[in-house]
């Protein structure tokens, strides 16, 4: 089995990708708001609440057990440090479903949680984004891709977002000599459909010509129709913006019904090999995004991925890193106040 990594200019553990730098006056209004307010809240001096969301059961937990490990990891070493604060870290189970998360959310909010790490899951995060905009709480999304849920004044992210990963992916595929196109995508998922749309304005203005668009919905099996369509076209590969459970039923649907491309993926294919249902030979050849890499040599990197096999007695993966590095990321706000400060104090402290 052999699978190509499309490997990125990002940095293998992601640093924050922060507000413009043409500060808005809305913005300024709110960060002073929160920052008004700040000045009547107290906090413990001893210890700082993280309330961490993400799906630990169903189908998407290969995501939030790894993005689990990587934060307890962190608390784990900072809290050896003997510093004040400590971290406090509850981790949260949202199975990946909205309503849940949100109720995750009110929850913490009201018992004194200072940072809410997550959720990690796009639609998880863009309602807990809805529902919390009048709060002033520090809100860390690990590998969230969508780019409405954040702000940059309480919230902020640590990975690219879907825009500019579809833009790598085109570039590289063109960049393989890989002409026409075809894309097969999840009309129903946000995210798919926001990686196909970067991917196509990208590709067709590098000289790439997308030759015929296919979709599905949620709870859609088999793929013929689709695939009989695609048939139909003359086209040099693939590109399937899905989660890696769908790129595996979709690669054996194509061997299936004689569809033989090569195949181009997305960051949603991370935990294919390992949580494979049928074997990946349908996926030989294969190519998809990956922004980190636990073999990367660089010492900071070594040190994390050294630690966390000895705890748990594997690599860590993308959503493991990213969570390792939010947590870093509060303790560096803590630094630069030297005690413990309220949310929007910690805040202001990731933008300077």
């Known amino acids: 089995m052999r699978l190509n990594f499309l490997k990125t200019l990002l940095a293998c553990l992601c640093i924050l990708l922060l507000a413009s730098a043409c500060k808005k006056t809305d913005e300024d209004a709110r960060r002073d708001m929160a920052l ?8 413990d001096p001893n210890t700082l609440k993280i309330c961490g969301i993400a799906p630990l059961t169903g189908d998407a937990s290969v995501y939030g057990i790894s993005a689990k490990n990587g934060a307890e990891l962190a608390v784990e070493e900072i809290n050896a440090l003997g510093e004040l604060p400590r971290l406090e870290l509850e981790f949260n189970d949202d199975t990946a479903q909205s309503e849940k998360a949100v109720q995750i959310y009110e929850k913490a909010a009201r018992s004194g949680t200072q940072v809410i790490l997550g959720p990690i899951t796009n639609s998880c995060a863009d309602a807990v984004y809805k529902a919390s905009k009048d709060d002033i709480l520090m809100h860390l999304l690990p590998s969230v891709t969508e780019p409405d849920c954040v702000d940059g004044i309480n919230s902020f992210r640590m990975c690219c977002t879907d825009e500019a990963q579809g833009r790598l992916i085109a570039d590289n595929v ?28 990208e590709y067709e203005k590098i000289g790439g010509k997308i030759v015929v668009v296919e979709y599905f919905a949620k709870g859609d099996t088999g793929y013929k129709s689709q695939i009989d369509r695609l048939k139909s076209y003359n086209f040099d590969a693939v590109f399937l913006p899905v989660y890696y459970t769908q790129a595996e039923d979709i690669a054996n649907a194509f061997k299936a019904n004689g569809l033989n491309k090569r195949i181009y993926g997305c960051d949603g294919w991370f935990g294919l090999i390992e949580h494979s249902k049928t074997g990946t030979a349908n996926l030989n050849g294969a190519k998809f995004y990956m922004p980190y890499f636990a073999w990367d040599n660089f010492e900071r990197n070594r040190v ?4 966390y096999k000895e705890k748990y007695g594997t690599e860590p993966n993308i959503y493991a890193a990213y969570t390792y590095d939010c947590v870093y990321a509060v303790k560096a706000a803590l630094e630069k106040s030297g005690k413990n400060v309220p949310s929007p104090v910690l805040c202001k402290n990731m933008l300077t």
């Open 36 to 43: 008004d307010k700040a000045k009547e809240i107290e906090v």
């Open 304 to 307: 994390f991925v050294d630690a």
């Open 174 to 201: 063109k960049n393989d000599g890989i002409n026409y196109t075809a894309v097969l995508y999840n009309s129903s998922d946000p995210y798919s459909k926001t990686l196909y749309e970067s991917f196509r304005a």
